[in-house]
């Protein structure tokens, strides 16, 4: 069987020498969490073999799984398929990531992989060595060790990640050996010094590292470091293994002391100096210094690289590299430049063109002092002369010419020669879009690994070894900004007392963040400030109020909220600020700030101090939102009551005309209404009324319990304000969100509380949706600790309501509820009646969600085999509409439904499914359910360590929870001849 062959693919290709990374037609791909990306790692470096189960999890978890370990296993790699297959359609076999036998195997193209692409060059080294072309062997060599961008499978876990990230890890020492080794051959010793002590101090005991050292010393005239790296080595090794040096290190050392005349390369023969003349001035070289810690960027250095040593044709190269300020233009462009100088052998130009500040450089005076450096002692005054003179003396030359800092295009334009050959090398903060053919590269801010490892360098790896955690935590609060890091490090660096969680805590602060980054005349604030100062009046107040929103990024809808214009204009602003890289757009229609170009702009609100504008700026947004979420509430469950609103939005919101357009909406916007609602926390009443409104309306839709604590610090904000104003209405709907959230997050006794407070603040007579909605969430609360007589008051009152204001949806979705209690009850024939009369009206409906709610309710009321299709049909509802907590709810009982039936495998694997979505949501309730009946089912397969375990898990949840189901498991254990656990009271 050949397992090789590899079916058509879209553009992906897979990093795994570095972080572990993947891109689908040059888009990032969210590979999800460590442990499945460990799982996607396993099969990469596989290369299309079959990997079994077994093997798989043994690869993740080594000897110690977990009880769900299959389950967890095909929910990654079901994960890893929707990620790498996104265009698959539902029920299409994958064509990359398929099952093969008892296990999978991924097929992608062989090239996808970048580890397959420097065993490809580091072969074609070998070959290349092997006859004699060492120019070549160099040039191979450079290019695969460029692929590495950090250390293998960086944060990977696993024990096979661990053995496979040792495994890499001396393939790219190896290779570092033999690229030195080839630039030794060409001539390259200066050049490799540098890399040299960098790779003698991290493998201290690999002699040839030692051995190659001391030759790059010696050809560079540094003989008495060259024989101390020897004596170094030698009582190195003595002290730490008890040996002296090996061969070839000790013969090294002879002919270094004998200056043996083979260690030279052969001299270059000097040019013929010209006697009918003066001699020509020395090639100008004004680079300024490389820095000895450059990190990352590996794929744009060898970019940038290959763009201008391929500097020939009919124009002149021109590259410009923007970015923001403290992103690491100039340090990039410095490295580049120094690593492609000698493919310009006529010299090198700098100049800083101070474009971020008040008084930008004047080209005239930029081309006297070019002029001057190429021999030119008496230039001519005009600009358009001594751009002529200047573009006449390169013509015949090959230069690099590096425009650092430049404002715009017109004042690098006279900057640049006339003919092919120079190239020349411009950095901005904006884009230099105006100059024909130039290549633009947008440098961001570092990866996190690459962060972290200039941070190390400045600050010592042994401190940041010490305390990874606290050390990433440092680098997180920089936004991975090259300035930033440096500025934090070389702090901390001069500050030996201070440990580095001692940073952390300092950076941790918002507030005070800015003030930490800055070190004598650096300072984070300053640099994002001369951007700032460059800003138009309308462009800056933008900048500002797009700030107010602690967003990841905003729409473009929103933003025109927030800045009160039309979307046209809005977009024209948003794009102003990109240009000047104060803003990012890496999706049209969608803007984001780096962190601290959020905290700067957010710090400008507070100096300029206009309450009433930001003010009306965030009521203008949830003015779009509010509508816009009861426009989805209305796509996804037609016909279904929503609650009163205490405002009245004068905007018809967002269309959303389908139940997908809104899911999709809702999905896609989660994080920005949190937001929107948070910016309201300190203002007025009426922000805060509109805040709860949108609460009320979202949760109303997707209860999602992993928002819980952020959303709980709101409300009890939002409730304590409204308490201080005597705001009874607007309590009413703090209470009843509150308690929502607190069901969903099984609080079940705070959830009951929030909602008697909700109904108390509400007049007892009023048929109001709301009013309808507390008794209704307050009947199941009791009802799920296990008061159902108490229950049964609140569900009629709710339905009571419904008649009166609801429809025909509300009411079904009333009776499911109600079907429950009455089955609590002992009123089995009552209950299964209801339940069946709910499902046969959301049936008329087109109402997907209420549907699926009823078909629940049915199975649980059933509770036996019969229960078992209803429960898969809601199950593939709750999936289709992306709800995972019900989708977990709902695993749990079709798992109890197969038991009934005698389905104990089925049952098992719906249980472990449940389990995993259940510890994903952090649903306590659920992970009850879900060990309860995987221990039943484990138990009937004949596992009872396992089986056993996961009824004393269920039983603690449900005792802390203070659940009926705690008895029943309880005697599930006392069956086994095992006494039960001990129960400690509810919270």
């Not at 170094?232 to 008890?242: P, V, Y």
């Not at 020349?424 to 962060?451: C, H, K, M, Y």
């Not at 375990?949 to 095992?978: M, Y």
């Amino acid at each position: 069987m050949e397992f090789r062959k590899t079916p058509p693919a879209p553009a992906l290709r897979f990093q795994v020498l570095g972080p572990v990374q993947a891109w689908l037609d040059g888009k990032p791909l969210s590979l999800g969490s460590p442990q499945q990306q460990a799982i996607l790692t396993a099969l990469l470096l596989h290369s299309g073999r079959p990997v079994t189960t077994q093997d798989l999890v043994d690869s993740l978890w080594g000897d110690r799984p977990p009880a769900q370990a299959v389950a967890a296993l095909r929910t990654y790699v079901s994960r890893l398929r929707a990620v790498i297959e996104p265009r698959r359609e539902v029920r299409t076999p994958a064509a990359l990531l398929i099952s093969v036998a008892d296990g999978y195997a991924l097929r992608i193209p062989g090239d996808s992989l970048d580890l397959t692409r420097f065993e490809q060059l580091s072969a074609e080294a070998a070959a290349a060595r092997a006859s004699g072309d060492k120019p070549g062997t160099h040039r191979l060599l450079t290019q695969a060790l460029e692929l590495f961008s950090g250390r293998p499978l960086t944060g990977i876990p696993g024990p096979y990640a661990e053995v496979q990230r040792l495994r890499l890890a001396e393939r790219q020492v190896a290779a570092s050996e033999e690229l030195c080794t080839a630039a030794l051959d060409i001539g390259l010793h200066a050049e490799i010094v540098g890399e040299l002590n960098t790779l003698t101090a991290e493998h201290p005991l690999r002699e040839r590292l030692r051995e190659l050292l001391m030759l790059a010393l010696y050809r560079c005239g540094r003989q008495a470091e060259a024989l101390g790296v020897y004596t170094d080595t030698r009582k190195l090794l003595i002290d730490e293994l008890g040996v002296e040096p090996g061969a070839g290190l000790s013969a090294m050392h002879a002919r270094i002391l004998a200056a043996d005349p083979t260690l030279a390369l052969p001299a270059v023969p000097a040019p013929a100096s010209r006697e009918d003349g003066p001699a020509a001035p020395p090639a100008p070289a004004q680079l300024p210094a490389d820095v000895s810690d450059f990190s990352g960027r590996t794929d744009l250095v060898s970019d940038l690289s290959t763009v201008l040593m391929n500097a020939t044709g009919q124009a002149v190269v021109v590259t410009s590299l923007a970015g923001i300020g403290g992103v690491g233009k100039t340090t990039l462009a410095v490295h580049v430049a120094h690593r492609v100088r000698g493919e310009f052998p006529d010299g090198q130009l700098y100049v800083d063109l101070r474009g971020a500040g008040t008084s930008p450089a004047d080209p005239v005076a930029v081309l006297g002092d070019f002029l001057h450096a190429l021999g030119v002692t008496d230039s001519p005054d005009s600009l358009e002369q001594r751009s002529a003179l200047y573009r006449s003396l390169l013509a015949s030359r090959r230069m690099l010419i590096l425009l650092d800092n430049a404002r715009d295009a017109e004042q690098i334009r006279p900057l640049i020669p006339g003919v092919s050959g120079s190239a020349v090398l411009a950095t901005s903060r904006s884009r230099l879009a105006g100059i024909p053919g130039a290549q633009l590269f947008d440098v961001e801010e570092l990866t996190p690994n690459e962060a972290l490892a200039l941070f190390s360098a400045i600050v010592g790896e042994q401190r940041v070894a010490a305390e990874p955690e606290a050390a990433m935590q440092v680098v997180t609060a920089c936004g991975f900004l090259p300035l930033a890091v440096r500025i934090a490090a070389a702090r901390l660096a001069s500050r030996p007392r201070w440990s580095v969680s001692d940073l952390a805590r300092r950076l941790a602060d918002q507030r005070r963040r800015l003030d930490e980054l800055q070190l004598g005349n650096l300072a984070v604030e300053t640099t994002i400030g001369l951007g700032y100062g460059q800003l138009s009046t309308d462009e800056a107040r933008a900048f500002r109020l797009l700030a107010l929103i602690d967003s990841p990024d905003i729409p473009l809808p929103a933003a025109a909220a927030l800045l009160g214009a039309n979307e046209y204009t809005a977009e024209d602003l948003a794009e102003a600020l990109v240009e000047a890289n104060m803003l990012e757009c890496f999706t049209p229609g969608r803007y984001r700030y780096h962190d601290l170009l959020r905290l700067y702009a957010q710090r400008q609100n507070e100096r300029i101090g206009d309450t009433e504008e930001q003010e009306q700026a965030v009521l203008r947004l949830l003015d779009l939102l509010i509508p816009t979420v009861r426009n989805a509430a209305e796509a996804v469950e037609p016909d279904d009551p929503l609650p009163e609103l205490l405002t009245t939005p004068a905007s018809p919101g967002l269309g959303l005309p389908t139940s997908r357009s809104a899911q999709d909406w809702l999905r896609t916007e989660g994080t920005l209404l949190l937001s929107a609602v948070e910016a309201t926390a300190n203002g007025s009443g009426t922000l805060q009324r509109a805040a709860v409104d949108l609460l009320n309306l979202l949760f109303s839709l997707d209860p999602d319990p992993t928002r819980g604590p952020r959303v709980r610090r709101i409300l009890e904000t939002i409730g304590r304000a409204a308490e201080r104003r005597g705001d009874s209405a607007g309590l009413a709907r703090v209470y009843f969100a509150l308690g929502t959230l607190q069901s969903v997050t099984s609080d079940f006794q705070e959830a009951e509380q929030s909602l008697r407070l909700s109904l108390d603040h509400q007049a007892p007579d009023a048929p109001t949706v709301l009013r309808m909605a507390a008794a209704n969430t307050l009947g199941w609360t009791l009802s799920v600790g296990n008061r159902p007589a108490e229950a049964l008051p609140f569900l009629e009152q709710a339905l009571a309501i419904g008649r009166v204001v609801g429809t025909a949806i509300g009411e079904a979705r009333l009776i499911s509820n109600i079907a429950r209690v009455q089955n609590r009850l002992g009123m089995t024939e009552t209950a299964i009646r209801s339940a069946r009369d709910g499902v046969a009206v959301a049936r008329t409906s087109e109402n997907g969600p209420l549907l699926a709610q009823t078909l629940y309710q049915l199975g649980v009321v059933l509770s036996t085999g019969e229960a078992v299709p209803h429960l898969r049909e809601a199950h593939q509802l709750f999936q289709s509409q992306q709800n995972p907590l019900w989708e977990g709810y709902t695993l749990a009982r079709l798992s109890s439904a197969l038991l009934a039936s005698g389905q104990h495998g089925e049952a098992s694997e719906a249980a472990e499914e449940s389990l995993v979505i259940a510890q994903e949501l952090d649903s306590a309730y659920c992970q009850g359910l879900a060990n309860a009946t995987l221990g039943e089912a484990l138990l009937a397969l004949a596992q009872p360590a396992r089986g056993l375990a996961c009824l004393r898990e269920a039983h603690a949840i449900f005792t802390r929870l203070g659940v009926p189901e705690a008895s029943p498991v309880a005697d599930l254990i006392s069956q086994q001849h095992t006494e039960p656990p001990p129960s400690s009271p509810a919270p």
